[in-house]
């Protein structure tokens, strides 16, 4: 039973992470992406007319949204290949005495580090809070009950730039924590509190970034079911534990060595420094902008004119205020 589990979550965790999809600047690479892509919405597009039926339409491009219908459209066909694949896989292989070890390790370094990867471009905005800004004066003169959940749950979390930066300081711990394998028990237990508190905000608020933050908490619980022998012996039956063993592959020659130390030296530097160093740069160029743009503020509308002529309070488009934002926005207010 632990193979045929472990099949189906090396397909699926394959499928849903999609790691080919990080080399599409190499040359070359692109072309075969565009086919697989090509492929992949044929296969999403077949699954859903027969089988599935989330929509007689699927709509891939959402305006930022990731809930679309194709998406969760692909993830129920994901699980049925994930299912498929395991069965076929199981018929093959069914022989099989061994564990996966080579298999279970790479799968296990593809979640944790697309895990730590997330982890640390979310909290890193967040520690500048710049994912949820503080409610402008737009917003905060429009009426309550005119705003979307989403909306409304972006502007109590922003509001607070406390909490917002305590909350992308905890998703950098879960990063840090899963860059070292004796720690990454530790950041998955951590990640599923993290990643369930985001998922529970998106699904209460209708914030369209569900079934990736659903992913996301499946990752780490994926990560803690690994070593859920000693954590269930440690928490609940109060019994020994002995030290985690960890497989590895032994790289002998000398390249592999050293190419293993230049791609954690890479990682830290892609998604960790780099964006560091960006949200550093916007959070500065926010201040600069203000200083540059006209001074923010509620200004009330006290006459208007049109064609040289007094507009009367009868006229609809009548101005009653203009609001000037940071960032060079604003609003009006008609009567």
Known sequence: MKK???RFFFILFLLTISPWYFFNDIPGVSFLL???HKVEVWIVEFFNKHLIHVKDTLNENGGGSGDTSFAWAQFYTFIILSVLGCIIWSLIDRKRKNDYLTLDFLLYNLVRYHLALVSFSYGI???FALQMPF???SQLATPLGDFLPMRLSWMFIGYSTPYQVFSGIMEIVVGILLLNRKTVTLGALIGVVVFANVFMINLSYDVPVKLYSLQLLMNASFLIAIDWKR?????????????AVFYDIHFK????????IVFKIVFVIVFVLLPFNNSWKRFKAQDENDQKAIKKGIYDIKAATKNNQKVTNGDEMIWKDFIFDKGGIGSIKTI
């Open 135 to 137: 409610p402008n004066l």
């Open 231 to 243: 954590l269930s012996s440690f928490f609940l039956l109060n019994k020994h534990i002995t030290p």
């Open 253 to 260: 020659k000398k390249w592999q060595k050293i190419g293993r």
């Open 4 to 6: 045929v589990i472990f």
């Open 125 to 127: 905005i967040k520690v």
């Open 34 to 36: 565009d086919f697989y």
